[in-house]
């Protein structure tokens, strides 16, 4: 069984950084793309960020040159640093992978707060 295990989550001021993490296990097939989305309270979720096995990245424009992800194939982790955060960015974030069109994973989110 696949599971996604999102850590790093938190609370902190804006300006601040924080790192999340993405560990999937209960599969040995590549994974294709990794990414993250998120979802304000009362806001549709939308996509943050994601990359690619072989390392291309696709940022939302809303957080590109302040977010950084990032992947560890042979630990089948995908990273997400964030700084420069703005009371904007709070929402949960969650983690999802592409194994293959027709598999398709999510993690259970993580809490950002972002103070003002």
């Known amino acids: 069984q696949v599971q996604l295990a999102e850590s790093g989550g938190g609370l902190v001021q804006a300006g601040g950084s924080l790192r999340l993490s993405c560990a999937v296990s209960g599969t040995s097939r590549t994974i294709n793309v990794m990414g993250w989305y998120r979802q304000a309270p009362e806001k549709q979720r939308e996509y943050v960020a994601g990359i690619t096995s072989p390392g291309t990245t696709i940022y939302a424009d809303s957080v590109k040159g302040r977010f950084t992800i990032s992947r560890d194939n042979g630990k089948n982790t995908v990273y997400l640093q964030m700084n420069s955060l703005k009371p904007e960015d709070t929402a949960v974030y969650y983690c999802?992978?592409?194994?293959?069109?027709?598999?398709?994973?999510w993690g259970q989110g993580t809490q950002v707060t972002v103070s003002s």
């Open positions: 999802r992978i592409v194994v293959s069109r027709t598999s398709v994973y």
